[in-house]
């Protein structure tokens, strides 16, 4: 049977001596790899792990992440990793609400979120293996069947929804990303992303197809550089935080052995695209990810030409600009995107919903604003509940802070709705400065009236430490 855990056996016994990963404690091959994950699944089902329960995971990007969630996956657990980053109070919250029965962590601390704590002595890194309260017998997520992955959404403009992934819909999105993205075993991915966040169509597809993951826990520049160039990765699945700081290393350097560079999590500005493109003269194609699917569009045809949109639908993918009543909508004008394809998730956790229940005439609405341009590419927008009504007009917060990032000294922004007594909503703005640098609020408002419609012009701006942000890399919006 084609699942998770056996698409590892299968790429051990077709490439053995294969690097799978480079990281912080050497090299390890495909063939080691499958004998650690068999070591720690025997020593999970001993601890008393049985197939639908749940498996939390809190480590960091390493070898025993993927490790950990191989082994549990082959014991026929429900594994939700979480990330490390994250708050003592919300991985509590988390591992409460996700109805797990036991969790494996990295570093001591995180197994006080169980009981009965255990620590395992067959690796360099032990690993906590604790266990919570919950009872064996209420399994955590029942109404799936072969239920294999969860994980909550962003929760960037609400409370966040636990998704289930059964090993089938997770092997037919890995499948249908690689229509597109043509990843074997000759490839070397550049790591730079939390594995917390990104597991799916991502380490799940590089193990089944043989490639070698180079895990660069650093975001500076120099050493992404460092990593791709010494080892030789071929393909930079990044988020446009790393992408922006490679456009701007200022020292000349080229990156000879890498051949597609992917910016997922959120948006690109054309300018950050135009910017790396001229500096590596690689194109940067976008990618629209998303848990409940998997990546069902990626701009591979035109990312020279039209850098901001997504792309054009993956083949097993159908993807449709639909009005409020779901009816299709003609090009260039604004909608809701709907999604349909293989791999999408199997329910929601929590009042336990299946898919059917949450499809609506077969489509997934995704909560995004987007529109097809005339070469029919995907242009997303903005998300349906971030959006800003300033009188009737819509203003999407990405359009104003793509404009606002590009004045001299800003670093970050966040665009969001202000009440206002007399037009309802406003653009309100807040921005993080370079250190050292002052901003002319007025001369940044007439800077956005050059290039932005006079309603999504910010009438209020305030100068913060940081931009609040997800784990997965996306602006929280209120």
């Not at 966040?197 to 050493?223: C, P, Q, R, T, W």
């Not at 260039?332 to 336990?352: N, Q, V, W």
Request: some cysteine.
């Amino acid at each position: 049977m084609d699942n998770v855990y056996n698409s590892l056996v299968n790429a051990a016994s077709r490439w053995p001596d294969n690097v799978v990963v480079f990281d912080a404690y050497g090299q390890l091959t495909y063939s080691e790899l499958l004998a650690h994950t068999n070591t720690l699944k025997t020593h999970l089902l001993t601890s008393g792990l049985q197939p639908g329960m749940g498996l939390g995971i809190i480590a960091g990007n390493s070898r025993y992440f993927i490790i950990a969630l191989y082994a549990g996956v082959g014991c026929g657990s429900v594994v939700m990793p979480v990330s490390p980053l994250q708050k003592e109070k919300e991985i509590a919250g988390s591992i409460a609400e996700a109805n797990l029965h036991m969790v494996i962590a990295d570093a001591p601390e995180f197994a006080t979120f169980g009981e009965n704590i255990s620590t395992t002595d067959f690796f360099p890194q032990p690993l906590y293996i604790s266990k919570t309260k919950r009872d064996p017998k209420h399994l955590t997520a029942s109404f799936v069947q072969d239920a294999a992955f969860m994980r909550f959404t962003s929760g960037t403009t609400g409370k966040a929804k636990g998704v289930i992934i059964s090993n089938k819909a997770a092997m037919q999105r890995v499948e249908a990303a690689n229509e597109a993205l043509h990843l074997s075993e000759k490839d070397r991915v550049v790591w730079v992303l939390p594995m917390a966040y990104h597991f799916i169509v991502s380490i799940v597809l590089y193990l089944k197809v043989g490639a070698g993951i180079i895990i660069n826990d650093s975001f500076l520049a120099e050493s992404i550089i460092e990593s791709i160039n010494e080892k030789k990765g071929t393909f930079l699945y990044a988020a446009p935080m790393h992408i922006k700081l490679l456009a701007g290393f200022t020292p000349k350097v080229q990156l000879p052995s890498l051949s597609k560079v992917i910016s997922t999590t959120t948006a690109i500005s054309a300018a950050v695209c135009k910017a790396f493109e001229t500096k590596y003269k690689i194109p940067v194609s976008q990618a629209y990810g998303i848990i409940e699917i998997g990546l069902p569009i990626i701009n591979l045809q035109k990312s020279k030409t039209s850098p901001e949109a997504v792309g054009y639908a993956l083949p097993a993918y159908d993807v449709a600009i639909l009005d409020q009543h779901l009816n299709p909508l003609p090009d260039e004008t604004i909608g809701l995107l709907g999604i349909k394809g293989p791999g999408m998730f199997d329910g929601y956790l929590s009042p336990p919903t299946l898919k059917e229940d949450v499809l609506k005439n077969g489509w997934f609405m995704t909560g995004d604003y987007a529109v097809r341009n005339k070469d029919s590419l995907i242009i997303i927008r903005g998300r349906e509940k971030s959006m800003i009504n300033v009188v009737g007009n819509k203003v999407f917060p990405g359009d104003v802070e793509d404009v606002v990032n590009t004045y001299a000294g800003i670093k970050e922004s966040r665009a969001y709705a202000k009440v206002h007594p007399l037009m309802g909503e406003v653009v309100g703005l807040e921005i993080v400065i370079e250190p050292e640098t002052q901003i002319d609020t007025e001369a940044l408002i007439s800077y956005c009236r050059q290039s932005l419609s006079s309603f999504k012009v910010p009438q209020f701006v305030s100068v913060v430490d940081k931009i609040e942000i997800t784990g997965s890399g996306k602006i929280k919006r209120a």
